[in-house]
């Protein structure tokens, strides 16, 4: 139960909700599924004086834009992700990063733009608050943090635990963010900025429309996975996700994108790992070295009760197993293999 | 058993149909017109003084009908133990100081749930922090801060201890001198917790001198009796209902604070009260299970036969007595039962420390104590060259032996147990395979692992015996008035077959009427493993009176005796003459007619231990214990990713011998969900504090399995003995026990996919990772 009076509104366009966050400013709250907003409202770590629901808005389809962009609207169901034809066959990592999301009564609840939007977790966070941890912590606008109390104000080592940004970034993806005004696009990499306090640079103002999926390259693989305990209904321990294409040879390396999600405050692109890749032939041993490349350039974080050392471990076997899952497939043909859910 | 009709059989579930359909009720679905929302405000600090409360403010909130705290208590103390050594030690607030995170300090009563809430945090408390501890050893340190006083009777200088519990026989020291081979092992276990979905709930209605109670609990009856206590009410005015209770798993027994105070705050106000305990609440102020550390010096002989054993338990007991002083006691019991052990030694002591109070949780000590034993017996296998299943073999008790406490195993199935898990799982030849293997491909490994286990079938604590009453009515069906609570395990089934049987009734005949302290016999709940077997054949001794009753009445009136009458289809019939035959609704007829107006009542009552005054001592194990020891045997194959040190369980076998299964169905059940609770307990659940706070308080962040983890389970039964209608039913523990064994049989078999011998629970990726590269280290150095 929430224990606190809000005001509740329903605008029928995006633009509207523009309008409203506008007038609203950082006193309001976007509601889509409400699958993270609401308990997070239940547990006061967030606490809007007004949600402004997306509920009196249909999502569209999921289509193609003039430049051959797969566009999926922010406030689809990750079960008509996981579900749709058309991104399962465009990029079935996609769906599949939206299939192993919690279950399936969250993923029938859940959308786009609220996975991408979720609150960063941290287990003193994701509390009742009412006898431990009392004081607000930073994330809370107070002034301490219990696991790192030695860090400096309003620093906040948290997790951000999004199972399809990691994907979309692999992907080469783009968000698009309206405005009352104005709308942007960028890259989803851009839409994250590592920071446990403000994990992504959408303003009070704004909301995410769109996510926007490139056409493969020629010769491309994906590899996604995600660690946990017990396979579903649960955070990630750690995701790895990669896209990698071969050059006309089939040989060597042609391009090779690499994410890490779920160890530190935001995803993180292991670029060393990455160019060291490309140019080269992808053997065993060469992907051995990327995966071992990308978890020491990536910053982790211990989380839930996983210590660093066994984060990166873990992320470094599955790495390697994903790397060659997508070189894999790359072979094969653009795409394809990949409806393996 | 050739002539059984309703026990023995897979009968379907008496409350399956309300239980689907959403119609069952819990203490939540009860509505009562003007109900108050309780609120407790708990403790932040896991060990401080209380200089100050100030309830002024809430007290003056709109909407706040009262708030109490400690001073509007009589102060009587209560405990999961109540024995002259253990008396009561617990208040139901905090006076004077704090001993844990989440401690009842007040409670309010208000309107609806947010001016409650509210009111909560207008209490002012003042505290002066004491340090606190959290690990045992610290806490047992002479000189440490004390928590609460220690024992008494404990003549060591060690601070911090709630109870001890020691004996011994024959000489430890002489069987090591004299032992082929002693080892000494350390194991570990973690915190964990019962896991019941249905939070606790409290609805209390005081009206016209009567408390009306409505609670989650696993014995209506402990509950009034410890309520009645502390409120300090004779039993006839407290009240506590029947509703079905959502899980358990020893999370619901004994009183918790919050129904003192719904009933106490319903007392003051006139209205009901109702205390929801949030699941954040559940997961940082409730109590959970208990965390041992077991100390295992054993020595064998040649053949691996167990010449010695010393054993020291120390349980991390929480800040109470809670159950911490009966677990310790336990511990002895489940390393006693299955292994002859000819010298030992066994020290166990509860230490108080700065976390919740424990409770009981399934298994109480079993599983920790035979990770510990089985673990270690494996370790003596493989130094001796014997394989597990010999060893075994040779140290497991036969039938008809008596135990040092004067008890006996009786019909005990371990070895037929033990050859059969044998045989089914081709145990010995699956057994090392992985491990001979050379240049195994890919990362994934399989191994299987065996453990044993025994445990007791229902001892003496209050209310120590089960009644049970089967009125006929006058159409010859039956309402069953019985204590007994269905907490999901069935009880309500087994008390309709086991009446059914007796009387040749259909299940559809008879009606229950269950755990109400007021229109139902005492019963002694669902929680000391003995509910089928006292409350089964209390039920057996009622219906059969009431068929006595029937067949007196109608050998009277047929002309033909007793023994010439046999019952079927609500008729009693004259073998000799089968045309010779009355109706139940005529023979009902007649009793009232020429029985002063009897209209048939049987009555029943059963208590395990008949001629034994009391439990057994927790201190010194003296006296006996329990007159039925269920015994098992299971077998884990797990498979192991030697890359990532991620585990699971595949295949789970339990055989096992828990006497007469009355309904092998709800056997079934009882194995899966404690297959599904092991696996949980061994490779996903643990209770994460720092400074005795909960950090992981939601169902995300504590990993039960879920039913995409559960392995293939089997089972099987050994000596399902002869049964004849009006025997007593020897029917065995089955519902608790085997978390036990299949725990251990899951470290061994990890231990046999890879070498790595695991000393501590859970059975993380990173435990068993870092093992894999220790003997990588240690083969290349
Ligand atoms: C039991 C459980 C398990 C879960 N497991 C997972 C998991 O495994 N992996 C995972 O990634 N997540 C998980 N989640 C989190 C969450 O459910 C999902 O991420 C879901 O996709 C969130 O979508 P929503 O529409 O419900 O978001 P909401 O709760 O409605 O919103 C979440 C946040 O995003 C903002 N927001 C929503 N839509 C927009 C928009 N269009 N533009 C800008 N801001 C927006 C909201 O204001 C809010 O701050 C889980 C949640 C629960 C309760
Ligand atoms: S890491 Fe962030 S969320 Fe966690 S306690 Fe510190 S400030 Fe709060």
């Keep these: ?341 | 058993m050739s002539n059984l009709s309703f026990v023995g059989k897979s009968r379907k579930r008496k409350d399956g149909p309300d239980k689907v359909t959403g119609k069952a009720v819990y203490s939540q679905d009860v509505k009562l017109p003007g109900t108050l929302t309780g609120r407790i405000l708990r403790s932040p600090h896991a060990h401080a003084r209380i200089l100050r409360i100030d309830t002024s403010r809430a007290k003056a909130l709109p909407g706040v009908k009262c708030v109490i705290t400690v001073d509007d208590t009589k102060g009587i103390k209560h405990g999961f133990v109540e024995t002259p050594r253990y008396p009561p030690d617990q208040e139901v607030f905090a006076r004077d100081k704090v001993v844990h995170i989440g401690q009842e300090i007040a409670a309010v009563a208000a309107i609806n749930d947010m001016v409650a809430a509210e009111a909560v945090g207008l209490i002012e408390v003042e505290y002066e922090i004491l340090p606190a501890l959290f690990r045992p050893l610290a806490s047992m340190k002479p000189g440490a801060v004390e928590i609460q006083p220690t024992h008494p009777k404990v003549d060591e200088p060690y601070t911090n201890i709630a109870g001890k519990t020691e004996t011994e026989w024959g000489d430890v020291e002489q069987g090591f001198a004299e032992a082929h081979l002693v080892r000494t092992d350390r194991f570990e276990s973690h915190l964990r917790t019962h896991g019941y979905l249905e939070p606790h709930v409290t609805l209390a209605h005081w009206e016209n001198d009567k408390l009306n109670v409505w609670t989650s609990s696993m014995g209506t009856f402990v509950k009034r009796s410890k309520l009645a206590k502390v409120l300090d009410l004779p039993f006839s005015s407290v009240r506590i209902h029947k509703t079905y209770t959502g899980g358990t798993f020893g999370g619901k027994i004994d009183l918790y604070t919050h129904e003192y105070a719904a009933s106490r705050l319903s007392m003051l106000t006139n209205r009901p009260v109702r205390i929801v305990a949030s699941r954040e609440e559940i997961f940082s102020a409730y109590r959970h299970g208990q965390p041992l550390t077991v100390e295992l010096k054993t020595g064998v002989d040649r053949n691996g036969v167990l010449v010695a054993q010393q054993i020291k338990i120390i349980n991390n007991a929480g800040a109470h007595r809670g159950s911490g002083v009966v677990v310790i006691f336990l511990c002895w019991g489940f390393t006693m039962a299955p292994y002859r052990i000819p010298n030992f030694k066994y020290e166990g002591y509860s230490v108080y420390t700065n976390y919740t109070t424990r409770a009981p949780q399934r298994g109480h000590g079993c599983p920790q104590v035979r990770f510990a034993i089985e673990s270690q017996m494996d370790m003596i296998a493989e130094e001796l060259g014997i394989d597990p299943v010999t060893i075994r073999m040779n140290n497991a008790r036969d039938p008809e032996e008596d135990l040092p406490n004067s008890d006996n195993v009786h019909q005990a199935g371990l070895k037929d147990c033990l050859r059969l898990a044998a045989e089914k799982t081709d145990f010995l030849r699956n057994y090392g395979q992985t491990r001979k293997a050379a240049d195994l491909a890919g990362s994934k490994r399989r191994g299987w692992g065996i453990g044993l286990s025994s445990y007791f079938t229902g001892s003496l604590i209050y209310p120590n015996g089960s009644g049970v009453m089967v009125k006929m009515n006058d159409d010859g069906s039956a309402v069953v008035l019985t204590g007994a609570l269905d907490v999901g395990q069935g009880a309500e089934t087994v008390i309709s077959q086991i009446v059914a049987e007796e009387l040749s009734l259909e299940m559809e005949d008879i009606k229950l009427v269950t755990s109400d302290t007021d229109t139902t016999p005492q019963d002694i709940g669902a929680w000391i493993s003995g509910m089928t077997y006292v409350t089964g054949n209390a039920s057996r001794e009622a219906a059969g009176n009431a068929r006595e009753k029937l067949l007196e009445v109608a050998a009277e009136q047929m002309n033909t005796p007793k023994s010439d009458l046999r019952l079927q289809d609500k008729m009693v019939i004259s073998i000799s003459n089968p045309d010779n035959r009355l109706s139940y609704r005529q023979v009902i007829a007649a009793s009232v007619a020429t029985h002063r107006g009897d209209t048939i009542i049987g009555e029943g009552f059963w208590r395990t231990m008949r001629d034994e005054p009391m439990h057994p001592s927790l201190a010194t194990t003296k006296g006996r214990w329990s007159e039925n020891y269920a015994f098992s045997v299971q077998v884990a194959e797990v498979e192991v990713d030697i890359e990532t040190g991620e585990a699971r369980l595949i295949k789970a076998l339990t055989v096992h011998d828990c006497g007469f299964p009355v309904n092998p169905g709800l056997v079934k059940g009882q194995v899966d969900g404690q297959v599904s609770m092991a696996l949980g307990h061994a490779f996903m659940e643990e209770v994460v504090t720092r400074n005795g706070s909960t950090l992981n308080t939601n169902w995300l962040d504590y990993r039960m399995p879920t039913i995409h983890n559960m392995a293939i389970s089997e089972d099987a039964d050994v000596i399902t003995e002869q049964y004849k209608v009006g025997q007593p039913y020897r029917t065995k523990e089955v519902g608790e026990g085997l978390v036990s064994a299949i725990l251990a049989a899951m470290a061994n078999a990890v231990y046999d996919a890879t070498g790595v011998r695991l000393h501590s629970t859970p059975f993380t990726p990173a435990k068993i990772l870092s093992g894999l590269q220790k003997l990588e280290q240690k083969k290349a150095g």
């Design chain 1, 1 to 341: 139960m929430i224990l606190y009076d809000f005001e509740h509104e329903r605008p029928g366009s995006l633009q509207d909700v523009a309008a409203r966050l506008a007038e609203l400013g950082p006193t309001a709250g976007i509601l889509a599924g409400g699958t993270d907003l609401l308990p997070n409202m239940r547990l006061k770590i967030r606490t809007p004086a007004t949600l402004v629901s997306l509920g009196a808005i249909a999502a569209q389809p999921p289509g193609t834009d003039t430049d051959g962009w797969l566009r999926i609207d922010a406030l689809t169901r990750l079960s008509e992700i996981e579900n749709s034809d058309t991104v399962r066959a465009a990029c079935p990592m996609f769906a599949r990063s939206a299939h192993v999301v919690g279950s399936n009564q969250i993923r029938q609840a859940g959308t786009l733009g609220g996975n991408l939007c979720q609150e960063i977790r941290c287990l003193y966070l994701n509390q009742e608050h009412d006898f431990q941890f009392v004081a607000p912590c930073y994330k809370r606008g107070g002034d301490c943090c219990y696991p790192y109390p030695k860090n400096e104000k309003d620093f906040c080592a948290s997790v951000f635990m999004s199972d399809i940004a990691p994907a979309l970034i692999a992907l080469g993806s783009d968000i698009e963010l309206v405005g009352a005004n104005a709308s942007r696009r960028m890259a989803v990499e851009d839409f994250y900025t590592g920071v446990g306090m403000t994990p992504t640079v959408l303003r009070a103002d704004e909301l995410v429309g769109a996510v926007m999926v490139p056409p493969p390259p020629p010769n491309s693989g994906w590899g996604y996975h995600k660690s946990t305990i017990r396979g579903g209904l649960e955070f990630a321990m750690v995701v790895v996700a990669a896209r990698v294409a071969l050059g006309e040879d089939g040989e060597t390396c042609a391009d090779a994108r690499i994410v890490i999600g779920a160890v530190s405050e935001g995803p993180s692109r292991a670029r060393g790992a990455e160019s060291a890749l490309v140019g080269a032939a992808p053997t065993p041993e060469a992907i051995a070295a990327a995966a071992s490349a990308a978890v020491a350039e990536c910053r982790f974080l211990p989380h839930h009760n996983f210590s660093v050392e066994y984060l990166k471990q873990n992320a470094e076997v599955y790495l390697r197993r994903i790397l060659s899952e997508a070189f894999g497939r790359a072979k094969t043909g653009p795409g394809k293999g990949g409806q393996d859910q």
